[in-house]
């Protein structure tokens, strides 16, 4: 599978890396100087033969045809240059848009349904912030990216590499949730250029939970036992206090890599002390008002630097929405 993710996405970049704008001008570049050359080389023997040949009337008569024919000449090769700056730019965009972005992100179909959120009392190493434990109804089936947004992803949109721990398969982190936004913004604009609406975004705090224990009431996916957890995510003790490639550790089992540990990931709702008064149709908790200091987001999942508790599928962290962590990506929803 990491074999398979890999080539994905370097077929991906390679796709990237022709430029049709620079092949397209330098062939309309040659094709004009060509013409040029051939048409001053037979504009020069057909002045001299004219000249040996006739008389001054008909030099004139000669000379004009040569301005017509060379201001024609010349309207042509200006008309194609156009047409192939013009073709070729509209080809780049098209090729800036869902081939060369979200072609390199695998997503995964997650059902809708029920799932109880929070941790129970004998949890271990739960949080009081985790209750009270209540059902939630996933009213719609969406796409969840299998992966985090890799570096080579983030770059692809938003132009730059903000990450601490530098590698193109590493997952993004060190941006905020604001910038992630942005993202969004940009993704969504490339992807909507055919006048085909598509929606991508952060997942709620439910839709997340949800997906990540596919299905289980254990602490963990593959259930309680911690000592389990290196199979499935880098975390304090097997991370070497860094990122790793996406996708090296086991899924969970809907397919989701990384789900645990490697980077955390910011999620759409604002943080709240408990759940009561949560949403119970999975839809994003957020103030309806703004608030006088900046926002807190919820961040789930851990990371490279957290222990296993932090790990859990019920485990609540937050940040405020401007603050950039080299623990903390995130994850990519696409609205069926």
Known sequence: MNNAVRNSMS????????????????????????????????????????????????????NSLNNSLNNSSNNSSNNSLNNSLNNSSNNSIKTL???SIIN???????????????????????????????????????????????QEQWQKVMGNNPAYFKGEKHPVENVSWNEVQVFFRKLNALENVDGISRIYRLPTEAEWEYAARAGTETAYFFGDDESKLSEYA?????????????????PNPWGL????????????????????????????????????????????????????????????????????????????????
């Open 257 to 336: 890599y990384d789900i645990y540990g490697n980077a955390g990931e910011w999620v759409q709702d604002e943080y709240h002390i408990s759940y009561k008064g949560a949403p119970e149709n999975g839809r994003a908790w957020e103030n309806a008002l703004p608030g006088v200091s900046t926002p807190v987001r919820v961040r789930r999942g851990g990371g490279w630097n957290g222990n296993a508790g932090c790990c859990r599928s019920a485990e609540r962290l937050f940040a405020a929405q401007d603050k950039r962590l080299n623990s903390l990506g995130f994850r990519v929803v696409k609205d069926i």
């Open 104 to 150: 390199s992100m695998e997503f995964i179909l997650i059902s809708a349904g029920e799932f109880n959120m929070g941790s129970p009392m004998r949890e271990k190493r739960r949080k009081l912030w985790e209750s009270p434990v209540h059902k939630v109804t996933i009213e719609k089936p969406f796409y969840l990216s299998r992966y985090p947004v890799t």
């Open 11 to 62: 077929d991906s970049i390679n796709n990237q890396a022709n430029d049709p704008i620079s092949s397209s001008l330098n062939n309309s570049s040659n094709n004009s100087l060509n013409n040029s050359l051939n048409n001053s080389s037979n504009n020069s023997s057909n002045n001299s033969l004219n000249n040996s040949l006739n008389n001054s009337s008909n030099n004139s008569s000669n």
């Open 97 to 99: 848009s869902g081939s």
């Open 234 to 250: 880098w975390f304090l003790e097997n991370s070497g206090f860094a990122t790793h490639p996406v996708g090296l550790k086991k």
